[in-house]
């Protein structure tokens, strides 16, 4: 099967919320010494500043679903839009350090939202034979999302705004969150989440209007999984049966930021500033950072499903400790300091073409059908937990050695490597049900 023009649009449409996520994620590297010097913050507030969004995100992550499953995917994704909207003026007419908090926390509510629906809302409108290829769209427009966070930062600053140059940097996402929003209106409903809504006629014309070759035997489908899934809505995640995906999923969320891949994208410019770069210089640096992760992730999602996720994992991970550690000698000896950038790019592919391209893909396989959406959440909420309180310590940890974040990430990705190569499956080429029979679950 084909896939034609109308699904095309849904798609670009959807993953644009992976685009900002993305942009909203990384500009705060492009302002943290500002913020610095205008809200005379010191390093705890500055942690504070950085991780409020992920409160938000946090949040958002863990309840999206509710509002998503009572007003559908598409319409809570405008909600989602008009966050961003709110919060990129909000941060660049902030008055003040709590109401640029409080903005960062509405952008945060955006970020986890769309995390969740739009991926969501992909996969219910795509074509089976496509499924995870345009899926895997939203994950690449986050990281373009960092890339041109990276982009926006270094031309803003060449424009020498002085004083309001921070402002420029967190409202210029307003443009592209606002195109979101009203390209939200050109795309329909969920034909997934209409049928949940009884709404049968009306699925069936979107499915049409998808390409789908025998719409009853299609709809006849998504109503299975509908009433299957309702009659499993009463299974208990948290059992000893689920012992394992359980463990798994925490893990893999919570290893996938020990690495430290989201302080380093919140903090690249502070960073590169500890070895002494100039601000113009740092903001090209991370345009170099970000174009490295995506070329890096392009190639992971090319070679997933040969390589494997968990060789990926121990390829990837054996990199990264080689990596931190390098970063922590030279600030420890403050030696080589040409060299960080080059670490740094190293580090980022090493991360792209492991932890990034394999977490979610692997949460989604560890748990059966029955409790997947929830053991999704459990790896998802593992995820972004650890994410904030790295985020909040990060700048505490730096003042103290450049070195030492460097060197826990280090550690923690050491005990990563035992995990992974004791007690991680190969999902490669295995069917869901022989997982499920591996873990012992029935």
């Not at 989602?80 to 919060?87: G, L, N, W």
């Not at 109503?223 to 299974?235: C, D, F, G, N």
């Not at 999902?427 to 022989?434: A, D, M, P």
Request: some cysteine; charged content about 10%.
């Amino acid at each position: 099967m084909s896939i034609n023009s109308y699904v095309v649009k849904g798609t670009v449409v959807g993953a644009l919320g992976g685009l900002l996520f993305g942009f909203d994620t990384a500009v705060i590297s492009g302002t943290t010494q500002a913020l610095t010097s205008v809200y005379h913050l010191s390093p705890t507030l500055l942690g504070v500043t950085v991780s409020s969004a992920l409160v938000g995100t946090v949040i958002a992550a863990l309840g999206a679903g509710i509002p998503g499953q009572r007003f559908g995917r598409r319409d809570t994704l405008r909600v989602m839009a008009i966050f961003y909207v709110i919060s990129a003026l909000g941060c660049a007419f902030a008055w003040n350090w709590p109401a640029l908090i409080a903005f960062r926390f509405v952008g945060g509510l955006g970020i986890g939202g769309s995390s969740v629906l739009g991926p969501m809302y992909i996969a219910e409108i795509a074509p089976p034979k496509w499924r995870g290829r345009l899926v895997g769209c939203f994950q690449i427009n986050v990281v373009i999302g960092i890339l041109l966070a990276y982009m926006s930062n270094y031309f803003i600053g060449t424009a020498h705004l002085g004083a309001t140059e921070w402002r420029w940097q967190l409202g210029v996402s307003g443009i592209p969150a606002v195109l979101f929003f009203i390209a939200l209106f050109g795309i329909p409903r969920s034909p997934r989440w209409l049928v949940m809504q009884r709404k049968l006629d009306e699925a069936a014309g979107v499915l049409r209007r998808t390409g789908v070759p025998d719409v009853k035997v299609e709809m006849d489908e998504i109503i299975a999984s509908v009433h299957l899934e309702r009659t499993a809505s009463k299974e208990r995640l948290f059992s000893r049966k689920y012992a394992k995906p359980i463990f798994l999923a925490i893990t893999v969320g919570m290893f996938c930021q020990l690495s430290g891949i989201n302080a380093i994208l919140y903090y690249l410019n502070d960073i590169f500033a500890l070895a002494g770069a100039s601000k113009m210089s740092g903001n090209l640096q991370a345009v170099a950072v970000g174009a490295v992760n995506l070329v890096a992730t392009l190639s992971a999602m090319a070679v997933i499903d040969h390589i494997g996720r968990r060789r990926l994992l121990l390829i990837g991970t054996s990199g990264l400790v080689l990596c931190l550690a390098a970063v922590s000698a030279i600030f420890l000896t403050h030696r080589h300091m040409n060299w960080l950038v080059w670490l740094l790019m190293a580090y980022i592919a090493c991360f792209a073409i492991s932890q990034g391209a394999v977490i979610w893909v692997y949460v989604s396989e560890v748990f059966p059908n029955r409790v997947r959406s929830k053991g999704q959440s459990v790896g998802s909420s593992s995820h972004w937990i650890t994410n904030a309180i790295i985020s909040l310590v990060f700048p505490i940890m730096a003042t103290s050695s450049g070195a030492y974040p460097f060197m826990f990430f280090g550690a923690m990705m050491v005990v990563d490597l035992f995990v992974i190569l004791f007690y991680y499956p190969e999902t490669t080429g295995i069917s869901l049900e022989q997982v499920q029979h591996e873990f012992g679950i029935d």
